[in-house]
């Protein structure tokens, strides 16, 4: 069964950091490109960073520069670190997973596969 697990959300204090995993099961790991989303509430889902099967990289200028996203084959994840957050950084954070294609950054209604998602809160 395919299955996407978000774990590593939580209540942070602005300026810290967390660590967002995506364990990824029941399909070859390594031949998909894998987006992270977030939707805060009363906002649309917004795509944040991306990573391609080759680990070609992309972010979203919000996050650029505080975010790296990054993948391990060889334990099927993907993490998002996530440095200086913010309160705007609140939301409920998504993987996704889609097969691997060009261009490997796409808008969320194209991806096949999403995890059940993990809270994140920025708050003092």
């Known amino acids: 069964q395919l299955q996407l697990v978000e774990s590593g959300g939580g209540l942070v204090q602005p300026g810290r950091s967390l660590r967002l995993s995506c364990a990824a099961s029941g399909f070859t790991f390594n031949y998909y490109d894998i987006g992270w989303f977030r939707q805060a509430p009363g906002k649309e889902r917004e795509g944040i960073s991306c990573i391609s099967s080759r680990s070609n990289t992309n972010y979203a200028n919000s996050v650029k520069g505080r975010f790296t996203i990054s993948r391990d084959n060889a334990k099927n994840t993907v993490y998002l670190q996530m440095n200086s957050l913010e309160p705007e950084d609140t939301a409920v954070y998504y993987c996704?997973?889609?097969?691997?294609?060009?261009?490997?950054?796409?808008?969320?209604?194209?991806?096949?596969?999403w995890g059940q998602g993990t809270q994140v809160t920025v708050s003092s």
């Open positions: 996704a997973a889609h097969l691997a294609a060009d261009p490997f950054c796409r808008s969320a209604g194209t991806y096949d596969y």
